[in-house]
Nanobody
């Protein structure tokens, strides 16, 4: 049974940093697409960062490029999202995700909101 459990959210002032973790169980992260999505109140869920754990290729939405870094630790079966220079507009519920289909192309996973495994989410609040 696939499970994704996020942790590390909280409140921070603008300009601050935070690291989110996603512990995966029920499958190995090796050679997989893994991603972070977020959803702010009243807005659609959007892909933030994706990593292909086979070759460490990463993909980011434009609004977080240069500020967010997605990484993995295969030994811990965990994916991370390091966030720096946080802005109030980064405030959202952050979700870890993995595609249900192994045929998913990682470069397109940022836009895939269906047919995914999801964690329960962790809230990130950035105050100005």
């Amino acid at each position: 049974q696939v499970q994704l459990v996020e942790s590390g959210g909280g409140s921070v002032q603008a300009g601050g940093s935070m690291r989110l973790s996603c512990a995966a169980s029920g499958f190995s992260l090796r050679y997989k697409c893994m991603g972070w999505f977020r959803q702010a109140p009243g807005k659609e869920r959007e892909g933030v960062a994706v990593i292909y754990t086979g070759d460490m290729s990463t993909y980011y939405v434009d609004s977080v490029k240069g500020r967010f870094t997605i990484s993995q630790d295969n030994a811990k079966n965990t994916v991370y999202l390091q966030m720096i220079s946080l802005k109030p507009e980064d405030t959202a519920m952050y979700y870890c995700a993995a595609p249900r289909s192994l045929a998913t192309i990682c470069s397109t996973f940022l836009r895939q909101k269906n047919n995914n495994y999801w964690g329960q989410g962790t809230q990130v609040t950035v105050s100005s």
